[in-house]
Nanobody, 122 residues
């Protein structure tokens, strides 16, 4: 049974940085695209970054390009999201899941973890 455990969120001032982690279990981790999603209050969940199984291809939402970096460690079954130059509009709960392919937000698994809250405020 697949499980995702997200961590690393917190309260940060505008312009600050955070590094999120997502530990996965119950899936052929290295075979699949992994992605970071976020959901702000009153908004739909959106895909912000994705990475292929081998880590050689990446995809970002326009709103985070140049500020966020996704990476993965297949040996640790973990995917990361380095977030720099954070803005108040980045405030959301961040989740990981596996997009069915790079470039689509459609997920492979109906299961979602608890997410990790990121709040950007002065």
């Amino acid at each position: 049974q697949v499980q995702f455990v997200e961590s690393g969120g917190g309260l940060v001032q505008p312009g600050g940085s955070l590094r999120l982690s997502c530990a996965a279990s119950g899936t052929d981790f290295s075979d699949y695209v992994m992605g970071w999603y976020r959901q702000a209050p009153g908004k739909q969940r959106e895909l912000v970054a994705a990475i292929t199984g081998g880590g050689n291809m990446l995809n970002y939402a326009e709103s985070v390009k140049g500020r966020f970096t996704i990476s993965r460690d297949n040996a640790k079954r973990t995917v990361y999201l380095q977030m720099n130059s954070l803005k108040p509009e980045d405030t959301a709960v961040y989740y990981c899941n596996s997009p069915t392919r790079l470039g689509t937000p459609r997920v492979r698994y109906a299961y979602w973890g608890q997410g990790t809250q990121v709040t950007v405020s002065s």
